[in-house]
């Protein structure tokens, strides 16, 4: 049941009015409708999975639970001896689980392959195994959780509901953003319907909606003819392909995490951000304060920073040593193939040179000519720089093996890179509606949210609805799934 | 050294390591009071602290850490 589809919008306006008529009042209403919204919105996606998301949350509520009793031990070794152990076993569970579901037969096939390189045989076997829906980003939830109360910085919940409804909010189970357990804090009181909250709402949903099947979808029908005919095209086409993708990815990927944080806003639920403005990074370290911010700062909390403190009598050589490491898993958690490992390295080699530069350190400021309203030529030219590398980096995304990759990049370094691209139809209309994204997204990059217009007057946001809605109906591509639903 | 002189000499790391003589501790400051005290600068301090005072951090002890009070608790306990 994806956010732009009739099921999802019948889905909601029930969900919606129940939580607001029936649970108006009572909290422990509004989390059990909550719940058992994610129950439907999880069971209707994957019935056959529901079991193991609801055998995980009940595992890991009972492991929080039995972290946080072990602290209240008055042998404080004892008690950390304790707690660390259940810490252990629900970081065995949660890892083990995504092992087994997502990386269980992707290790298999390397070992037979790697066998096969030394000529010996082996007779193993690959398993039929159904990947839960959300996998990596409802396990993701679970460990910050064993890991926040093994650190004191969260208390085991003590309500299953208010836990339950935290590892598997419909909004967030299929993509994301992944919320920390701070989150959990919220359903502990009462939502108030605010009528500003959810008409802010209403402006980042379709903006979401826009970016996913105006932007997105435009974009994919160029870039997978593009991919699906790599030696028929020419290298200026590829090259295109290439740009679009990356703005595929970003429209498909940031509109879905704003469609998600406007469903929770709706329903007075404040889910952290995914992105800001990421195609404005100075450099690569700032383009991963700005993409897919929840999974990086995630990673940066339990993985790079553990990682960087164990290392840090090596100075930058034990920062370079946690930086690739901490990339190699973001690479890997995207699925189970080396070009995923392959991504991941490419950016965390890309942070070589600003760590032994220090710039690794710095959080870079765009310089603006504050009347034009237009970044000074150096800030420029290290946007653009950082957007090519990034491209770069999304053709080994894009690609099925190394192979693939090769052969589209040098397909691209050919003296065709001079010609016209080809032009397909919809494609004007698709870089004109980019254009238009990147220009709202500039102009508005410093609000909360990409689409934050609730202080322009009544007119111009009336204005901006109607022409949101008249190209999602008049313009929309062909209908492609999210693209991060397969992680 | 009590607990005062200890919040002095916490400052001084953090002014020469973050390059910022501004930078003023109390018990309760967190990382998100301070300019620059970020996550890639943490491990940084933590080891100019271990060189300086002569102690060592478990990682497990680093991460735990809410503020300085903390920071002071774990320095106190190993000197």
Known sequence: MIFNSLPFLLFFTVVFFLYWFVGEKNVKVQNWILLLANCFFYGYASLKMLPVILIATLLFYYIGLKIEHAYDNPDSEQAEKTGSRWTTFGIVIGVGVLLYFKYFNFFIESFISLFSLFGLQSNWHTLHIIMPLGISFFTFRLLAYVLDVNHGKQHAETDFVRFAVYVSFFPCILSGPIDRPQFIKQLGKLRVFRFETAQDAVYQFLWGLFKKVVIADNCASYVDAAWNNIDGSDASTLCLAAFLYAFELYADFSGYSDMAIAVGKGLGLKITDNFRTPFFALNIADFWRRWHISLTQWMTDYVFMPLNLSFRKNGKAGIIMAIIINFLIVGMWHGDSWIFALYGLYHGLLFVPLILSGAFYQMPKIQVYEHLNLPKPKDFGRILLTFLLVTLGFILFRADSLTHFAQYLTSMCKMSLFTMPLVRSALTRTLLFTLIMIVVEWLLRDKPHPFAVQNHPLACRIIYIYVLIFCILEYAGDAQSFIYFQF | ?79
Request: charged share 25%; proline share 0%; hydrophobic share 35%.
């Open chain 2, 1 to 79: 050294m009590n607990r005062t002189e200890l919040l002095n000499r916490l400052q001084d790391i953090f002014r020469q390591e973050l390059q910022d003589e501004s930078i003023t501790l109390t018990e309760e400051t967190t990382a998100e009071d301070v300019n620059g005290w970020t996550s890639l600068t943490h491990a940084q301090l933590i080891n100019n602290i271990e060189d300086q005072m002569n102690i060592h951090f478990s990682v497990r002890e680093m991460m735990g850490w809410q503020n300085v009070g903390e920071i002071m608790d774990s320095i106190e306990r190993k000197l």
